[in-house]
């Protein structure tokens, strides 16, 4: 079966940092613009941030810029997002998704769900004040 699959979600207090990791089963990241979204209750699907295929160019919401890093291992088929100084309105489930792009940069629409093909089931991100 074809999915991308998250870990390293969890609970962590304000100011926290946390590591969310994206593995590809049966999928190689290496030909897709990967991102990473998040949700909470009673909210949208909010697009978080992108990295391109190599990971030359990454992309951000203004929400998370300055705190959050995207960056991706193809060798080892896997998408990180290190998360710092957390907030409590970064509690949310947390998606990784793929979208196979051609060329080496993520799509202008990049933060719509709809670019995307293949989405993991997600993980939790808690974050207490």
């Known amino acids: 079966q074809v999915q991308v699959v998250e870990s390293g979600g969890g609970l962590v207090q304000a100011g926290g940092s946390l590591r969310l990791s994206c593995t590809g089963s049966?999928?190689?990241?290496?030909?897709?613009?990967m991102a990473w979204f998040r949700q909470a209750p009673g909210r949208e699907r909010e697009g978080v941030s992108c990295?391109?295929?190599?990971?030359?160019?990454?992309y951000y919401a203004d929400s998370v810029k300055g705190r959050f890093t995207t960056s991706r291992d193809n060798h080892k088929n896997t998408l990180y997002l290190q998360m710092n100084s957390l907030k409590p309105e970064d509690t949310a489930m947390y998606y990784c998704?793929?979208?196979?792009?051609?060329?080496?940069?993520?799509?202008?629409?990049?933060?719509?769900?709809?670019?995307?093909?293949?989405w993991g089931q997600g993980t939790q991100v808690t974050v207490s004040s």
């Open positions: 998704a793929a979208d196979h792009e051609a060329n080496d940069y993520c799509s202008a629409s990049w933060s719509e769900a709809y670019e995307y093909t293949y």
């Open positions: 049966g999928l190689t990241l290496a030909g897709f613009a």
């Open positions: 990295i391109s295929p190599s990971g030359a160019s990454t």
